[in-house]
């Protein structure tokens, strides 16, 4: 079972796990869901962007953003500015009293580009902006708290005080965002008319392609010496500082590496969707992304795309037939993760499942990561099977 | 944006904006006084103190009801009835959430962020199916009505001035409770060191709980007298909390003096701002300021020293 394990970075189990979320979202959803459910999984999957990046940045490293909206936003608004400039094209606009300018800026009386939109006419510098202008904002503000050694409960707070700080702005600033509506009737990009299903369907497949991408690259840092240190330094952070690393600096970088991430599935998100819109940045869509990772694991990669499936589709279910109760089955989620089983689907998996499927299939058959089971943040978990 | 205004005229704009300031101050105060002692105190993160603050709203308008109904002529005084009774209510479900759910969680602060999060959608929810989705609002009593003339371009409202009152009162009888009376006493030292605190015989676990029920309690009030200056719906809470936790941050957690001089910083900020910008902008910059100036003093403005 070790024998390609120490040279690779992925365990014969992590191959397995990847090989059957890769069959099940590329061949089995594809043949079985109809295309309007499709669409609903493609949507599912850019959140679980935001959960790959709350299973490093919280999971791994013990810190916990609440403010993931943001960085989902920031990705999600890149994309949609593009978007919007090749939709509002002179020909497109002729009606306006400022031909060629977005709508929303006509409506509120605005007759020029504002500066910061004139690049994302290029598809290449929106393309970098989404993965950079997140990165950047999570470094300025990572940079300055992990320097002067805030954590926890400080971090959390901040994060999300951002996430409703750029929630007001973007309502606020209706002439240069397209306020509460955010940027809408989005329709081609570069000339790839978005809105047919056979579009979706393709967009669908790109966005399961980079899923799997970002699931080997989480995989790459969790299994590096990077990852053993964020590890070390979510368990006992003064022990790590004094053996002579910087602390501060591979948490800048975890954060940073998990903005990326949720930036990539905002831009995803409004390829797919079609528009975006502040509902998606505030505290109250970023602690849900929270909970998705909480759900499938924390300290699983696959965990967290099983479990902000799960949710997402308990959410739609629900809130299609009883949405009293979708509320109530939240909160009670969120309760009962914390309370229950700290770990997850995948801490349950670990304790109940694979210990019974080892025999069976010779120990490989593990379909999540198989982490020794480190207590979640600090303090006591139930013991997992080692 | 001063040069449209006359001297005169921009004195009694910051008079008037510095007394709704006051007004935001004193529902800040309230709010962060019951946050301060559960997150100050004990550490944990209660992001359903919202929903407490909004239990006791509607306590009191329930209350203001019955006495409209059954005993109009004590209407007078229904206020301060109602006032205990959301102490008592949003304590006593305080004091049951600790014991249910908040105990197992000490150790881990971030857990319980969440799990409080899940009980504030719940609580919500059964807000909006108990008592409607509507927004309510109570009847003020004649002598709260109107407003009193300070000079002829500056007005103060009465019913502002008894929240004002009120705040004043109950931070006084926070301050004696935390460090004057016994129990004040064992609360610190339960924060200073617990496993000491136990050693000489104190009750860890009811200090806890006391705790955490008298920050709800407080929370309660704090509806009561948000009943006096708005209207409560299911979700009013939530609108406050992340404010509330930046003043109980930026204040130094562990400082009462401090939550109470960074309500006042924020709340005038804000309410200044407001009359010469937009109300959004106001609040972003208000917001941004106190984010920033905590990336620089992460610890706060008032800090107490304790040893971890």
Request: aromatic share 14%.
């Amino acid at each position: 079972m070790t024998k390609t394990g120490r040279t690779f970075f992925l365990r014969p189990q992590d191959m397995i796990g990847i090989a059957i979320l890769a069959i099940l979202l590329l061949v089995v959803l594809p043949l079985t869901l109809d295309n309007f459910r499709l669409q609903f999984v493609g949507k599912y999957l850019t959140y679980a962007f935001v959960a790959l990046g709350l299973v490093l940045c919280w999971g791994y490293a013990g810190i916990l953003s609440l403010g993931q909206g943001v960085f989902f936003g920031l990705g999600g608004y890149c994309m949609a500015m593009f978007l919007k400039l090749e939709a509002s094209s002179v020909e497109n606009t002729k009606i306006q009293t400022t031909p060629g300018i977005p709508d929303f800026m006509d409506w509120n009386q605005i007759t020029q580009l504002p500066w910061f939109w004139e690049p994302f006419h290029h598809l290449g510098f929106t393309i970098i902006a989404v993965l950079v202008v997140p990165a950047i904002f999570a470094f300025v503000v990572g940079f300055a708290m992990f320097k002067r050694r805030v954590g926890g409960v400080y971090f959390a707070i901040i994060t999300q005080a951002l996430a409703a700080i750029l929630t007001i702005l973007i309502v606020g600033q209706q002439g240069y965002t397209g306020g509460i509506n955010g940027i809408t009737d989005l329709r081609t990009l570069n000339g790839w008319d978005i809105r047919t299903d056979s579009a979706k369907t393709i967009l669908y497949f790109v966005c399961v392609g980079l899923l799997l991408a970002s699931i080997l690259l989480a995989y790459f840092v969790k299994s590096s010496k990077l990852g053993r240190i964020l590890v070390a330094m979510r368990d006992k952070e003064d022990r790590v500082r004094f053996s002579g690393y910087d602390v501060s600096n591979f948490k800048v970088f975890v954060f940073c590496l998990a903005a990326s991430l949720s930036a990539i599935g905002g831009a995803m998100f409004t390829l797919q969707v079609g528009f975006m819109s502040p509902s998606f940045v505030g505290i109250v869509p970023s602690i849900e992304m929270v909970i998705y990772t909480a759900v499938g694991g924390r300290l699983s990669i696959l965990g967290a795309i099983y479990g902000t499936l799960l949710v997402n589709w308990a959410k739609t279910s629900f809130s299609e037939s009883f949405p009293e109760l979708w509320l109530f089955g939240l909160g009670g989620l969120f309760i009962a993760v914390v309370l229950t089983f700290p770990n997850g689907i995948a801490g349950l998996y670990q304790t109940y499942v694979a210990p019974r499927l080892g025999p069976l299939f010779g120990g490989a058959a593990k379909r999540s990561d198989a982490t020794p089971p480190a207590p979640p943040s600090s303090g006591h978990a139930p013991a997992a099977a080692e | 944006m001063f040069s449209d205004y006359s001297l005169a005229e921009l004195g009694s704009i910051f008079v008037m904006q510095g007394f709704a300031g006051l007004i935001l101050f004193s529902v800040f105060v309230l709010m962060a006084l019951g946050l301060a002692i559960i997150f100050g105190q004990m550490g944990v993160i209660n992001m359903a103190h919202g929903e407490f603050m909004i239990l006791g709203a509607y306590v009191t308008y329930f209350t203001s009801q019955f006495f409209l109904n059954f005993i109009p002529s004590l209407f007078n005084i229904y206020f301060f009835v109602a006032m205990i009774l959301a102490f008592f209510a949003s304590g006593a479900l305080g004091m049951f959430i600790e014991w249910a759910m908040i105990r197992r969680l000490y150790k881990r602060p971030l857990d319980t962020l969440l799990a409080t999060w899940g009980l504030s959608l719940i609580l919500q929810q059964v807000y909006r199916s108990v008592f409607g989705p509507r927004e309510v609002g109570v009847e003020l009593p004649e002598w709260m009505m109107g407003s009193l003339p300070v000079t002829d371009m500056v007005e103060v409202q009465i019913n502002g001035l008894f929240v004002m009152g009120l705040t004043i009162a109950i931070t006084v009888a926070v301050a004696v409770l935390m460090y004057k009376s016994n129990w004040g006493k064992q609360v610190r030292a339960v924060v200073q060191n617990r496993v000491m605190a136990g050693a000489v015989g104190i009750n860890t676990e009811k200090v806890d709980r006391y705790t955490f029920g008298l920050g709800c309690g407080i929370a309660g009030v704090a509806g009561s007298a948000f009943t006096m200056i708005g209207s409560t719906g299911p979700t009013s809470g939530q609108l406050y909390i992340v404010d509330t936790f930046l003043v109980v941050v930026f204040g130094g957690a562990q400082s009462l003096l401090g939550t109470i001089a960074s309500a006042f910083t924020i709340s005038q900020a804000q309410s200044t701002m407001e009359f010469f910008l937009s109300g959004s902008t106001a609040k972003v910059l208000t917001l941004l300021s106190v984010v920033i100036i905590l990336m620089l003093r992460p610890q706060g403005l008032f800090v107490i020293k304790v040893r971890r």
